[in-house]
């Protein structure tokens, strides 16, 4: 069954806006052509390519250019310096997932500095409550994301499930210091206080490395021996996580949690490896991204927030076409 979670919170101002911008059809319609270039937290991850993929459907149809550029890693050390070489180019917008909380504040107040409209996607600066006024992060003009809080509590309600609400269970994730990691492991625990027969022990950090994720499973799991689930608050944990699980021979006794789905989810979910994956929906924060730039640089004004939604797959819903469209393309 398609558990398409009830957090539509595109709301009906930016569908109108959305449908405003594309009403016209063609660029001179919806306003001036632009240059709105899309920073994601590495290049080499499906969810990135997937939101670069719905970002690229925005533009294409705003008759914008997108810029796609990024580092290799998820780091703030090399993220910094594609942002300046981006800067440099000097385009309307920047739309960009900072990989750290405090370490892209100074380096995005150039853009500004540069006349660059700046929006996040999927991750946030500071707080993440922009334009409030309060703060020296406040001034992106809007966020594009998931709500990861609800993501970490929708992973654990299943994962205490799966474990029959009782037992030992981690989080496996990236670093301190990534707006939605944070958060997914801050819902995943609070939501665990009210789960008394669970125990979550302290949380692992793989620096986005799966190989790290799954050897640090098999560590957790010699110290105790009967650990019943583990959380991968993002791709390359979840995945790394899994893949420790099997390679200790525990497939289907250690449970998994998985936040986000490469293609690769489907075999893991037939076979139980992988007990339900939520699904982002990386290709609206794209599309959505690149409408928000459009129109406030187009004299709109647009929310602040702009939340995309979940699907959660498992192995009795994963064929049904409309929950396997959310899986993230390579
Ligand atoms: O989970 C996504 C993204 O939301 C997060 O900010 C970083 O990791 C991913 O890109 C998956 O690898």
Redesign the pocket.
Known sequence: MLKAIGMKVITAAVAALAIGALAGGTAEAAGKKLTIALIP?LTT?A??ITMHKGAQAAADALGDTLVFQGAPD?NPVTQVPVLDAVIARHPDAILI?PTDKVQLVQPLKKAVAAGIAVITV??FIGTGHYQTGAGEADFPLSYVA?DNVLGGQIAARALAKAIGDKGKVYVSN?KPG?S??DQREEGFKSEMKGHTGITVLETQFND?DANKAASQLQSVLARNPDLAGVFGA???SAMGAASGVKQAGSAGKVKVAA??APGSIVKDLKSGLVDMAIA?HPSEIGYFGVIAAHAILNGQSIPVNIGTGFTVMDKNNIDDPNVSKYLYVE
């Open positions: 937290g991850d969810f990135y998820f997932a999927d991750t998931s990236v990534v939605t990691t986005d993002n791709l390359f936040f986000d982002q």
